[in-house]
């Protein structure tokens, strides 16, 4: 008897699924709006010029030494992490309480964080604490926290349906309401799957209640630069917290800014009161590295770290992180003033105030699927669409199709 | 203390931890004890000695002192940079499809039944220990029909060398880790009856940790026949086999030879987990190229096994990193490649082989006291000297050679510049000491 013979079968993945129909989909028309990654107006995927010019660097560098990074990650690149996400000036960084842990991607920083803060925060190893994510949010944040063993994640509100925009009034009462020291996972910025950011003045009401009840602030950074074109704009929200004196995290994802998707690069900064309680933390990150990758790989860090430590190559790369961000504004701006010249029922305007990669259209699950039978357009359930799945040469052809879901199918 | 609406003091911090209390959220993490080899090397850092040298390594290290890229792999990722058609997207939670096929035939051989018959997958992770991590969570979740029940992992002994191993188990949620009776000091060898004795009292389904070879850190592996009496056991005593192939090619040169013992599990029908890394092979230390073999009893349960490692993976790093595990791909997919390959592997494994030989026959001439033979009859780049405790702090503090705390030292370490002088220090250890 196989002790495997009772593992049920998991579901597959709702993502890669729709990504896996698409490609069977022999329909010429066909549209992925469904994947999380950029594409170029061609639908290509785009290796940053910035990037293809820094590994050429790297390999043709006969000094890199070849052994096993430190288990905490490359230290250049850990404290250009830091700067990026904190600014250059940080008073926090010149007190020497900002560290940082390389981690495999955003969700491997994530998961250092949960692990850590399952056993050393709110007491020693208390699964009960809280944990509140959003509602809606990336499906993986449920799993990370719960798989790093805490027992109650709850979601908080923030996609207010009706009025396709956030919901603050719940959202505040759900901060007052959580239980003191909870842990709460805020969405840097672009949010996903909303692309619905809190504006300054709604940040700085929810930092007064997290400060005034002692909630923890996780912050998830996953399209700093690429949201609005501006890094400093789209890391305003963390910024603040830490002007504020929160401790903090933050998990730093370089897959889509630096287009690194298979390289897993990430970075858990840690914002702490001092430099002594930042060290205890940072050896107790070390001994989770150890037991589950014990050393990061070098080759996503060392493209990162070569570029944000170089003034020139970090010129460029803020260049291609905004010719990124430039073409989904203008993907957002078009699709919403042909849905206006349509006629589309409904407003559009939510199309353009949404920021990064992702849009939340507002159709239901029954338009979802019209779309995808009828029109061979691939869209989440939730009726999130990737902006850079758009083309100048299939816009007309999806703002059709919405037209005719929202039109024809109710 | 600070109150509600209190203004913020410019140049100090404002705090949000308990009211009426200074203290940081991270108050109750405590200092981690610092790994032992973390200690060394800060010692040895530290230490200005001019003949200082440091045998405690974990990587390969050329005559000249350093670690380095195959030459065949420089230009592979020459090539690989150089070609336009890579695209930059995620790829899959279990990896590179190219890779975990060839990771999966170097562990069980082409022609292997189980691959044949659909039984057998790889996912590959980033690295060695994510493998182990993997192969844990997967035996976690599911033993015995995902009961309470989370079973027993056997480690080899010392079980202080096993530490990281432990703590790796221990993160997966299997807290009862025992060990079984390995290494033994006066045979410098394996002592199989104890072993066996063991293995016998290991309550059934318990999972077994055995190295198919290159045993770190003794170097100490077992033979065929070994084997055979081993895998009979597990069997009858329905354990379950979770094999450790850290370096595969590195002990003789031999790929087959070092996958002998995953090869023979599986074709004795065994069920197994093989953890699998090419860093040591390949020289992509920095890389993290792991992969985590599966054989299954049933092909049936193939799909479902996998999707499970795929939602552990998720919530662990989502995906593994790709750039070594084109080049390992592109290695192992290649005849030519290979050859070229398995020449470049040759040469370090000889000079492993030959600093071995060396150091036996330089400690002979010394006139040093004891048998040194396990020298040569272990292979790889580790070896357990024997030395105790006292010794080895004898070497590191009066001689400035450092050895990991049980005595194992990294072969590769030692080359022209320094054989003497380690050789005289090994001596004087042996002979100075009470």
């Given at each position: 008897m196989s002790i495997f013979s009772d593992v049920p079968l998991a579901p597959p993945v709702a993502v890669f699924k729709l990504t896996a129909d698409f490609r069977e989909d022999g329909n010429p028309q066909k549209v992925n709006l469904g994947v999380g990654a950029y594409r170029t107006d061609d639908c290509q995927p785009w290796v940053l010029p910035v990037v293809k010019k820094v590994e050429r660097m790297i390999v043709e560098d006969g000094s890199l030494n070849h052994e096993y990074l430190p288990i905490?990650?490359?230290?250049?690149?850990?404290?250009?992490?830091?700067?990026?996400?904190?600014?250059?000036?940080?008073?926090?960084?010149?007190?020497?309480?900002?560290?940082?842990?390389?981690?495999?991607?955003?969700?491997?920083?994530?998961?250092i964080g949960a692990e850590f803060l399952r056993r050393w925060y709110n007491g020693v190893n208390n699964t009960?604490?809280?944990?509140?994510?959003?509602?809606?949010?990336?499906?993986?944040?449920?799993?990370?926290?719960?798989?790093?063993?805490?027992?109650?994640?709850?979601?908080?509100?923030?996609?207010?349906?009706?009025?396709?925009g956030l919901d603050l009034a719940g959202l505040l009462d759900d901060l007052e309401k959580a239980p003191e020291r909870s842990i709460f996972l805020l969405h840097a910025c672009a949010h996903n799957p909303t692309g619905t950011d809190p504006t300054q003045d709604e940040w700085k009401k929810i930092a007064e209640i997290m400060k005034r009840r002692n909630l923890f602030a996780f912050f998830d950074s996953a399209y700093q630069g690429f949201a609005s074109g501006n890094l400093e704009k789209d890391a305003w929200a963390i910024r603040y917290f830490v002007s504020e004196g929160f401790e903090l995290f933050i998990a730093q994802s370089y897959s889509k800014n630096f287009g690194l998707y298979n390289e897993r690069v990430g970075n858990l900064t840690v914002v702490a009161q001092d430099s002594e309680n930042l060290s205890r933390t940072l050896s107790q990150m070390e001994k989770i590295v150890r037991t589950t990758w014990s050393n990061p790989p070098s080759q996503g860090a060392r493209i990162v770290s070569k570029t944000l430590n170089c003034p020139e190559l970090f010129a460029e790369w803020?260049?291609?992180?905004?010719?990124?961000?430039?073409?989904?504004?203008?993907?957002?701006?078009?699709?919403?003033?042909?849905?206006?010249?349509?006629?589309?029922?409904?407003?559009?305007?939510?199309?353009t105030q949404q920021i990064g990669m992702f849009s939340f259209t507002g159709l239901n699950p029954k338009q979802v699927e019209y779309m995808i039978k009828e029109k061979h357009v691939y869209l989440m359930a939730s009726g999130r669409i990737n902006m850079c799945g758009l083309t100048t040469t299939n816009i007309d052809y999806v703002a059709q199709s919405i037209h005719d879901a929202v039109t024809k199918v109710q | 203390m600070s109150r509600a609406g209190s203004s913020l003091n410019e140049t100090g911090v404002k705090l949000n931890g308990d009211p009426g209390a200074d203290l940081s959220v991270f108050t109750k993490a405590l200092t981690a004890a610092e790994s032992p080899e973390t200690r060394l090397l800060s010692a040895f850092k530290k230490d200005t000695h001019a003949r200082k040298a440091y045998l405690a390594g974990r990587e390969y290290y050329s005559e000249e002192g350093k670690t380095f890229e195959l030459r065949l792999v420089r230009r592979i990722k020459q090539q690989l940079s150089a070609d336009p058609?890579?695209?930059?997207?995620?790829?899959?939670?279990?990896?590179?499809?190219?890779?975990?096929?060839?990771?999966?035939?170097?562990?069980?051989?082409?022609?292997?039944?189980?691959?044949?018959?659909?039984?057998?997958?790889?996912?590959?992770?980033?690295?060695?220990?994510?493998?182990?991590?993997?192969?844990?969570?997967?035996?976690?979740?599911?033993?015995?029909?995902?009961?309470?029940?989370?079973?027993?992992?056997?480690?080899?002994?010392?079980?202080?060398?096993?530490?990281?191993?432990?703590?790796?188990?221990?993160?997966?949620?299997?807290?009862?880790?025992?060990?079984?009776?390995?290494?033994?000091?006066?045979?410098?060898?394996?002592?199989?009856?104890?072993l066996l004795q063991d293995l016998e009292k290991a309550p059934e389904r318990s999972v077994?940790?055995?190295?198919?070879?290159?045993?770190?850190?003794?170097?100490?592996?077992?033979?065929?026949?070994?084997?055979?009496?081993?895998?009979?056991?597990?069997?009858?005593?329905?354990?379950?086999?979770?094999?450790?192939?850290?370096?595969?090619?590195?002990?003789?040169?031999?790929?087959?030879?070092?996958?002998?013992?995953?090869?023979?599990?599986?074709?004795?029908?065994?069920?197994?987990?093989?953890?699998?890394?090419?860093?040591?092979?390949?020289?992509?230390?920095?890389?993290?190229?792991?992969?985590?073999?599966?054989?299954?009893?049933?092909?049936?349960?193939?799909?479902?096994?996998?999707?499970?490692?795929?939602?552990?993976?998720?919530?662990?790093?989502?995906?593994?990193?790709?750039?070594?595990?084109?080049?390992?791909?592109?290695?192992?997919?290649?005849?030519?490649?290979?050859?070229?390959?398995?020449?470049?592997?040759?040469?370090?494994?000889?000079?492993?082989?030959?600093?071995?030989?060396?150091?036996?026959?330089?400690?002979?001439?010394?006139?040093?006291?004891?048998?040194?033979?396990?020298?040569?009859?272990q292979g790889g780049l580790y070896c357990f000297t024997g030395l105790n405790g006292e010794q080895v702090e004898f070497l590191s503090k009066r001689r400035h050679v450092y050895l990991l705390p049980i005595g194992c030292l990294n072969v590769s370490a030692i080359n022209g510049r320094n054989l003497d002088y380690i050789a005289e220090s090994i001596h004087l250890a042996v002979t100075t000491s009470v």
């Open positions: 905490l990650g490359l230290p250049e690149f850990r404290s250009a992490s830091a700067k990026v996400a904190l600014g250059d000036d940080s008073p926090a960084i010149k007190d020497n309480r900002v560290g940082g842990v390389q981690a495999l991607g955003g969700t491997g920083a994530l998961r009960a604490t809280p944990v509140y994510v959003s509602a809606p949010t990336w499906e993986n944040h449920n799993s990370v926290f719960t798989d790093a063993g805490f027992k109650d994640i709850r979601p908080y509100h923030y996609w207010d349906a009706a009025n396709r803020k260049g291609n992180v905004k010719t990124m961000a430039d073409r989904v504004l203008l993907m957002r701006d078009q699709l919403k003033s042909k849905l206006q010249d349509l006629g589309t029922p409904g407003t559009w305007d939510h199309i | 058609t890579t695209r930059p997207e995620y790829p899959s939670s279990l990896g590179l499809t190219q890779f975990t096929r060839r990771a999966t035939e170097v562990a069980l051989g082409k022609s292997s039944r189980a691959i044949v018959e659909n039984r057998a997958f790889g996912v590959q992770t980033p690295g060695f220990t994510a493998a182990v991590r993997l192969g844990a969570e997967l035996l976690r979740h599911w033993y015995d029909g995902g009961a309470a029940r989370c079973g027993t992992v056997y480690l080899s002994s010392p079980l202080s060398c096993a530490d990281s191993l432990a703590g790796i188990f221990q993160a997966a949620g299997i807290p009862d880790i025992r060990q079984y009776y390995y290494w033994d000091d006066e045979q410098r060898g394996v002592c199989l009856e104890k077994v940790v055995l190295s198919a070879s290159a045993h770190y850190p003794t170097g100490a592996d077992l033979s065929q026949n070994q084997w055979a009496m081993i895998t009979k056991l597990v069997m009858r005593r329905r354990l379950f086999p979770f094999l450790l192939l850290p370096a595969q090619a590195l002990c003789c040169g031999d790929l087959e030879r070092d996958a002998w013992p995953v090869q023979y599990c599986a074709s004795q029908g065994m069920e197994l987990l093989c953890a699998q890394s090419f860093s040591h092979c390949f020289g992509l230390y920095g890389e993290a190229v792991g992969h985590l073999l599966c054989v299954l009893k049933q092909n049936s349960l193939l799909l479902s096994v996998q999707r499970q490692a795929d939602k552990i993976v998720r919530s662990l790093w989502a995906q593994p990193s790709v750039g070594g595990a084109q080049v390992v791909a592109t290695v192992l997919s290649n005849p030519a490649h290979l050859v070229e390959w398995k020449q470049e592997l040759k040469s370090i494994v000889e000079r492993c082989m030959l600093i071995r030989e060396v150091l036996r026959e330089r400690l002979r001439l010394l006139g040093t006291p004891g048998c040194w033979d396990h020298l040569t009859q």
